[in-house]
Structure formats: structure tokens, C-alpha cells
């Protein structure tokens, strides 16, 4: 693809780096808006797990009306109602989440826990094969044990810990984005 004479978009990434940089200042702002939010949802874990799963809800009632909408462009008939199922289940599920975010939270906080515990044994078994290959292992290894321990933990809380391990895993994730985007930004001002 060539670019046209008209296009006065940026041509290459220092192109784009450049452009940007003008702009540092929203770049900060959004970094500090990501990190205030981080720092709120730490300080009230429970409607930030409310939260979290609310906009869950909302993402599975999306996609299973796209699902539905998609089972009628089908033309196989079992396709069809396996599509339009899976779209049912999808908005079935949404639905509950938004009505009972707890309840879901419930759930979704012990799919965390095994998700977690099968994460950190399946990196231990990584790390032990790296260590018969002769290649660094120790910090796929370290990764594995407190992924486990994590999960671990997570599960034999459970179910109390539903309403606040979603929230505090939100609460950290806003403010390494906000980080981030702040980190960027003042990369950014040296540019400009």
C-alpha cells in the first residue's frame, strides 16, 4: 500500500512519535485520571468489584447480541441455533451480572483462583523443562510459585473473597496504566 499525496498523516513511527509529542500534556492528564481512578477503586474494593463486574455484564450482553445477530447470517440450520444458543447464554449471562453483581462476582473470583493455580503449576512445569534444557529458569519459576500461592489464596477465601479480589486486581491494574500512560507522556515532552 502506498500512501497518497493527500494523506497528511504520519508517514513513519518517529513520524508519529513526533506528532504526538505536542501533545504530551493530555498524555500526563489521562495517566493521572487512569491513576486517581486506580487509587479510588483501592480505596473502596467492593464497588470496584461491583464495578468490574458490571462492565463484564455489559461486554457479555454486547457479544451475545452479536452472536444472535450473527446466527441469522448463517445458512446451516444447526449452525444457526447453535450460534443463536450461544448468543442466548452470552445475554442470559450478562443479564445476571448486571443484576447480581455479587453473585457473579462469586463466580467469576473462583474462575480467578483456578484460572491462577493452574497458571502457576503450568509455569513450574515450563520452568523445570527450561532447567533440563540448561536454558534460565528461575524466574519462570519464581512467576509459577506465586502465581499458585496467589490462587491459593484466592480459592481458600473464597467465597468472601469475591468482594474484594476483582476490585483490588482493578484498583492495581488502573494504576500501572496510569503509570504508564504518565511515563509516556513525559517521554513525550523530551520529544517535543
Known sequence: MSMTAGNSGPHSLADGLKALSTKWRWVVALGVVF???????????????ASAVIIVGVMMLMGGAMEI????????????LFWLLLGALYVAAGVIAIMNPFAAATILTLMLGIALVIGGVLRLFLAFQMKQAGASWGWVALSGVITLLLGGMIIAQWPAS???????FLGID????????????LALRKRA
Open 35 to 49: 491513576l486517581a481512578a486506580g487509587v479510588i477503586a483501592l480505596g473502596s474494593v467492593v464497588a470496584a468489584t
Open 69 to 80: 445477530f450473527a446466527a441469522f447470517n448463517v445458512k446451516d440450520w444447526g449452525k444457526f
Open 162 to 168: 469475591s468482594f474484594f479480589v476483582l476490585g483490588i
Open 174 to 185: 488502573l494504576i500501572f496504566i496510569g503509570s504508564a500512560w504518565i511515563t509516556m507522556g
